[in-house]
């Protein structure tokens, strides 16, 4: 594989590379790889495949230059800005795949963001920002998460687990005193909602295993919100999204019935607790990968005062997202556009949406490959965009900036220099970077 990956490398670092140039025809490798295969044809196709699961970056950055339209049976991946901006921005023509998943774990009524553009979906999202105030962010959401940060750190020695001592926990602790979950038990809520998002966002194979685990997790986290409603304070001093949606009700607001009110916060739910860890750990690995680089991101914590630190670890995020895109589905016979050319597209047709290269996209991101704190609002896909764009961005900005402000904000800790300082995964999701505090 070293010579595929090679050739795979030359393509990424060439800008000017042309599809066509004699000197590295991609038939003429892939012959060479399976010649030298011991297992022929077969071992080389799982060994690629392989390759690929642990390098999607580096497979869809290829696409994005050899064709960002790329179309194969009944599934597209689309990989260039213009094209991944095309598919996001026409909702209608694209819809999302995974609104009959929402429905069987809600029983029926989905989750707002599962949606298409309809009545119910833009009710439902006008109902839902009555729930989560942007005046919110700075006198509830900052000095909690904030407190958090603070409170986990001060029980830890000078060498811990980055994601499981500090930061995995913390989202879900969150989402208890926001949403006004109490008595839930922060673990349970990680083990819950991180099965589900899998269920929901990657699993595109309907792995019946997984969906039985699913099942099982939705009823527990159903039964979970229903309790929390049905005992949910109403008082004047309740301030939590589950207290405000039932004030809305007992008022006779449409939308806010106890049914709607549990599924659009198990949606939610599951869109911030198991992916804001994520991202806080892809974004520390990424900004520590080596020496120079982890002084240079502990210079953009010192110089927070000029240029905020959270811009910094926006950047992060970008360039080390925690998925390489999003899956849309065609809901008619359309066209998609990228680089002057149509791309025909056919009804029911799975398209893989590279947001990742995307924000690396060289044609429309100015030295994407950098990080610049001044960037426009346009250059960043890592929540989506358009209609389905995330709900909570503006609050998951703060929080995944705030996980790692924290952790610089006394101390100076680093990765540690052997196997257990690197970002270690079991399935989607991270469970281990050991991390020491700099002597």
Not at 83 to 110: H, Q, S
Not at 277 to 283: I, P
Not at 392 to 400: A, L, P, S, T
Request: include cysteine; charged fraction near 25%.
């Amino acid at each position: 594989m070293k010579s595929l990956l090679k050739w795979f490398e030359s393509v990424i670092d060439n800008d000017s590379y042309d599809a066509l140039n004699e000197k590295h025809p991609l038939a003429h490798e892939l012959d060479q790889q399976v010649d030298k295969n011991p297992e022929g044809f077969t071992g080389f196709v799982h060994e690629l495949g392989t390759w690929a699961k642990e390098h999607p970056g580096a497979i869809l950055k290829t696409l994005n230059k050899l064709r960002p339209v790329l179309t194969i049976k009944d599934v597209s991946v689309v990989t260039s800005y213009e094209a991944v901006k095309d598919v996001l921005g026409r909702d209608g023509d694209f819809g999302v795949n995974y609104g009959p998943k929402m429905e069987k774990i809600t029983e029926g009524k989905g989750f707002f963001l599962g949606m298409d553009d309809n009545t119910d979906g833009f009710s439902a999202r006008n109902n839902m920002q009555m729930l989560f105030r942007r005046d919110d962010i700075d006198t509830i959401v900052k000095p909690t998460i904030k407190g958090l940060c603070a409170d986990q750190l001060k029980g830890l020695n000078d060498q811990f687990d980055l994601v499981d001592d500090y930061l995995k926990l913390i989202p879900a602790k969150f989402a208890i005193q926001y949403f006004g979950l109490k008595d839930t038990d922060p673990q349970w809520l990680l083990k819950t909602t991180q099965t589900l998002f899998e269920y929901i966002f990657i699993d595109v194979v309907n792995d019946p295993d997984l969906d039985a685990r699913a099942q099982q997790a939705a009823k527990e986290l159903r039964d979970q919100l229903d309790k929390m409603i049905a005992s949910s304070s109403t008082s004047e001093d309740a301030n939590t999204v589950i207290a405000r949606g039932i004030k809305l009700d007992l008022a006779g607001v449409a939308g806010f019935d106890s049914v709607n009110l549990r599924n659009n916060i198990l949606g939610l739910l599951i869109g911030l607790v198991p992916t804001t860890a994520k991202s806080a750990a892809m974004a520390f690995d990424y900004g520590t990968q080596t020496p120079a680089k982890e002084k240079e991101l502990y210079a953009a914590y010192k110089n927070s005062s000029n240029n905020p630190f959270q811009k910094t670890v926006r950047e992060l995020s970008r360039l080390n997202p925690i998925n390489p895109g999003l899956f849309r589905r065609a809901n008619f016979n359309t066209q998609i556009s990228s680089g002057g050319n149509q791309y025909q597209i056919k009804k029911d047709t799975l398209i893989f949406v590279g947001t990742y290269t995307a924000m690396q996209d060289s044609a429309h991101v100015r030295d994407p490959s950098s990080i610049k704190t001044d960037r426009p609002e346009s250059d960043y896909l890592t929540y989506g965009f358009g209609l389905h764009a995330c709900f909570g961005r503006y609050i998951n900005d703060f929080h995944v900036g705030q996980l790692l402000e924290s952790l610089f904000d006394k101390n100076h800790y680093v990765r540690e220099e052997n196997d257990s300082g690197n970002l270690i995964f079991d399935g989607a999701f991270p469970v281990s970077l050991k991390v020491k505090l700099l002597p």
